[in-house]
């Protein structure tokens, strides 16, 4: 039997040629690990800028009502929070006046305010055009919330650029401790916002949330001024046909808010001197939603009735009203 050996030199040559192989190959698999680790980070970087506003570097709309519905259905422990809506005034005449590049360096610098100033937790976003949101995830009670949006839209207010005038903003938001949706929130803070506006701009709103039955009925929303003798004549006429809520004018715009599909009328003591009165005609008169709602006023004197009907009422009552008007009123 013969034994077969390789030459000394061939061994060699094969033994450096394994390992040269197997460096190669630990090499090849550092490359491919850091290149999937690159395309990973990549991956992330992208996903991190699409979440956020290239101008503003607060989230996009999309991730701030994620993060938001995140949070929601995990608010095991119930607390209240509270929905902000933050809107610049009078945005348009910056940019048609100033300059798009002046409007961008308001959003801009409200934005870095924003990120600047909230606590660890709460959510901001820009919502889109010159509109914030903020969303406070432990809000403690409805008095501090306003307090604490009082001071957010004066500091928001407090800088100038290129030497201009100071900007302002006005918010609007709903408190919320009974786990309402979303959507009901930004509504809330979308009317609060617009009374805000209604009240002179440069103003924090903030409203409640109410939990409501759904209502059997249709809802008659009486606004009165202590008259004892008129609620008891609505009772006896319309208690058949609706549910009737009674209330002064100047709580009433936060249920009209959330219940103005159900209000079908309203019946309100109407006085021109009272500013309750005049801003609720005119968050009435201005949104389109409440077209179908039929307002009669019981006006307080001549004025007031002047008054009444250059606000567009229905119906208006210059002397007492009794049962037979109420019924006229419905025909």
């Not at 550092?30 to 999937?36: K, L």
């Not at 009669?296 to 567009?312: L, V």
């Not at 009203?321 to 419905?330: F, Q």
């Amino acid at each position: 039997m013969a034994l077969l050996f390789e030459p000394s030199n061939v061994f060699s040559v094969d033994i450096y040629r394994a390992i040269a192989a197997y460096f190669i190959a630990l090499l090849l698999d550092r490359i491919i690990i850091d290149m999937r680790c690159n395309e990973g980070l990549a991956r992330i970087k992208l996903s991190e800028l699409s979440s956020y506003d290239s101008l503003t570097h607060t989230h996009n709309k999309r991730t701030f009502y994620k993060k938001v519905h995140e949070w929601l259905d995990n608010n095991h422990s119930h607390q209240n929070y509270a929905l902000c809506v933050i809107d610049v005034d009078d945005f348009k005449k910056v940019n048609d006046n100033l300059g798009h590049d002046v409007g961008d360096q308001v959003l801009k610098h409200i934005g870095d305010l924003l990120a600047m100033n909230i606590h660890s937790g709460d959510i901001v976003g820009r919502y889109g055009g010159d509109e914030f949101v903020l969303f406070i995830p432990d809000a403690k009670s409805l008095d501090l919330t306003a307090f604490k949006l009082r001071n957010l839209q004066m500091f928001l207010t407090d800088f100038s650029i290129n030497g201009l005038a100071n900007f302002t903003v006005s918010i609007g938001a709903a408190f919320d401790s009974l786990e309402s949706d979303l959507e009901v929130l930004f509504r809330v803070a979308d009317d609060a916002l617009y009374t805000s506006k209604l009240c002179g701009k440069n103003m924090s709103t903030v409203w409640s949330t109410h939990k409501f039955e759904v209502p059997q009925k249709h809802i008659l929303l009486y606004l009165n001024h202590n008259d004892a003798e008129i609620l008891p004549l609505l009772n006896s006429t319309f208690s058949n046909d609706y549910d009737i809520l009674d209330m002064e004018s100047g709580e009433a715009l936060p249920y009209l808010c959330q219940l103005y599909a159900s209000i079908h009328m309203i019946i309100m003591e109407f006085d021109e001197k009272n500013s309750d009165d005049i801003l609720f005609l005119k968050y009435l008169r201005r949104r389109d939603k409440f077209s179908h709602i039929h307002i009669t006023a019981i006006a307080a004197g001549e004025s007031s009735a002047a008054t009444s009907k250059e606000y567009g009422i229905n119906t208006i009552i210059k002397n007492n009203l009794t049962k037979e008007e109420l019924l006229r009123i419905t025909e």
